[in-house]
């Protein structure tokens, strides 16, 4: 067996991802000392066609392609393995956070129509597989699991009879990770319940401005809006909540080990894919309380007795949480880790079992045939209408203004009501609420507003009239009562 690794550093840009990077290269190179197989690795980032045909050997004789991530530079490699070189061996292709948004840059850089039916991608979640079925119904899927280098063999116990004092949240502030939420239940919960007044929210992480690019949404000052948010939910600052700014992984991995605490993420992250802070609390400590989303359903799935799943509603305008829900939630599972005790988890999922995936991915290519290697991969229709629209979106535009980084050049979704988003958005857990509201049902004494939403000033105290929202998350919206209750705005009182 022969493998050709391709390596980039070019995507090592959050925290999060210069843990799983290293630790995929660490499992392959592993894989082949084991099993005696032949690991080249070509670094991509300073590699021209010129420069590659120094591995020409290589290239032309390995048995599997694995790509580490996405970029410019690894699509360039590859076209030149697969056309100038005509090597068809399948590629084990790691998603990261291209399953939901339908592989765009892949068939932006012509790589698209390249792939065949022995590729095989390596996801985290089975949301990962659904997303990529919206994209390729007829594509090869694989689920692993990631791990960091100080990931231990085994998951301490957890002893009950303890109240909690501090949640914690890390990772950026983003206004996908639906921090607002988060910080208005916890006002709530402090508001209502005298036994949470000691309780403390510490937001590690940094602002990201990023907005939400795959729908073309920029975004400045989020950090600021979350202290002014704060200062209207009467949440003080170094009492209540506690904004850390960046911190090193390990000095919160210590802080884990001193305090019990449970970790929280609200997150709508599109690419919310794994959850390497949420595994990192895990594996400190921790319980964790998590939306139902993307690969935090596997933490609840492999852990339940250490992690709390939240429901994600589907609305017209993508995914939400309910606030009053949120905060229900949250306060009955702080009563239950009174009461909770878990044991020492063994085998837990370790380098040793990445490495043993690798095998089952090399086992897995070498049933497929030579015949899948003559097969393209069929383009669903939704993704091809995706694809139109993003060529028109972005046909003209001027690169100068708008470079391949910047939020135009990556959207591919008109908005979050676009209902090819919605699809992706069902895939990673997002769901319709069955039950239905008529406005009359909703009144005064009981419901009201999140503070992002505003009743319209010309309004009498009798009628709610033309609702207003500044959603921190999706932008400005108006719309009635009762479409406000279904979009997640309006919450109930106790």
């Known amino acids: 067996m022969k493998i050709l690794f391709l390596s980039t550093e070019q995507n090592k840009v959050w925290t999060s991802m210069q843990e799983i990077l290293p630790g995929i290269e660490s499992v392959w190179s592993q894989y082949a000392k084991d099993h005696q197989a032949l690991f080249t690795r070509v670094e991509v980032d300073t590699l021209g066609e010129k420069g590659l045909k120094t591995y020409a050997a290589a290239i032309i004789e390995t048995d599997i392609v694995v790509v580490q991530a996405f970029n410019a530079q690894i699509a360039a490699t590859l076209k030149v393995i697969r056309s100038s070189f005509q090597n068809d061996a399948p590629w084990v292709f790691y998603l990261h956070g291209l399953a939901s948004v339908g592989l765009w840059p892949l068939f932006t850089y012509d790589i698209g129509e390249l792939l065949t039916e022995a590729d095989l991608f390596i996801g985290t979640c089975p949301g990962d597989e659904c997303a990529l079925k919206c994209t ?12 960091s280098e100080n990931s231990p063999s085994y998951l301490p116990p957890l002893a009950g009879k303890e109240s909690i004092h501090k949640l914690i949240y890390i990772g950026r502030l983003s206004r996908q990770k639906n921090l607002p939420t988060l910080l208005w239940a916890f006002s709530e919960l402090k508001r209502k319940e005298e036994k949470f007044q000691n309780l403390e929210l510490h937001l590690f992480g940094k602002e990201d401005q990023l907005g939400s690019p795959n729908m073309g949404m920029e975004s400045h000052g989020h950090e600021r809006e ?5 200062k209207e939910l009467v949440l003080e600052e ?7 700014g960046f911190v090193s992984r390990e000095d919160i991995a210590k802080e884990l080990t001193e305090e019990r605490c449970v970790f929280v993420s609200p997150s709508l992250h599109s690419d919310e894919n794994f959850g390497m802070a949420a595994q990192m609390a895990l594996e400190g400590g921790a319980f964790l309380f998590l939306t139902n989303w993307g690969g935090h359903q596997n933490f609840g799935r492999l852990y339940p007795k250490r992690v709390k799943l939240f ?3 589907l609305g017209e305008r993508g995914p939400f949480l309910r606030g009053d829900k949120l905060t229900y939630e949250l306060a009955h599972f702080l009563e239950e880790f009174k009461e909770r005790s878990v044991a020492k988890e063994e085998n837990y999922q370790t380098r040793s079992l990445a490495v043993q995936d690798c095998l089952k991915i090399v086992n897995l290519l070498k049933k497929g045939g030579p015949s899948l290697k003559q097969r ?3 383009l669903s229709s939704l993704v091809q209408e995706m694809l139109d629209f993003r060529q028109k979106t972005i046909l003209g535009l001027d690169l100068k203004k708008h470079p391949k980084n910047s939020k135009k050049f990556q959207q591919v979704f ?19 609420e069955k039950r239905e509201w008529r406005e009359r049902d909703l009144n005064l004494t ?15 105290t009798e009628e709610w009239g033309v609702i207003e929202v500044d959603d921190p998350h999706k932008g400005p919206w108006q719309g009635s009562l009762l479409e406000a ?3 997640g705005y309006l919450v109930k009182k106790n």
């Open 446 to 460: 009981d419901w009201s507003l999140l503070p992002w939403a505003k009743a319209n000033e010309n309004s009498s």
């Open 311 to 313: 429901d994600v509603s």
């Open 238 to 244: 170094d009492r209540d909540i506690f904004f850390r």
């Open 414 to 432: 008109t908005s979050y009501e676009d209902p090819h988003a919605h699809q992706f958005f069902e895939a990673y857990g997002a769901q319709r």
């Open 226 to 230: 979350l202290h002014e948010l704060c």
């Open 376 to 378: 393209r991969l069929r």
């Open 136 to 147: 390729l119904p007829n594509a090869r899927y694989f689920q692993t699991h990631f791990f």
């Open 485 to 487: 209750y279904q979009l």
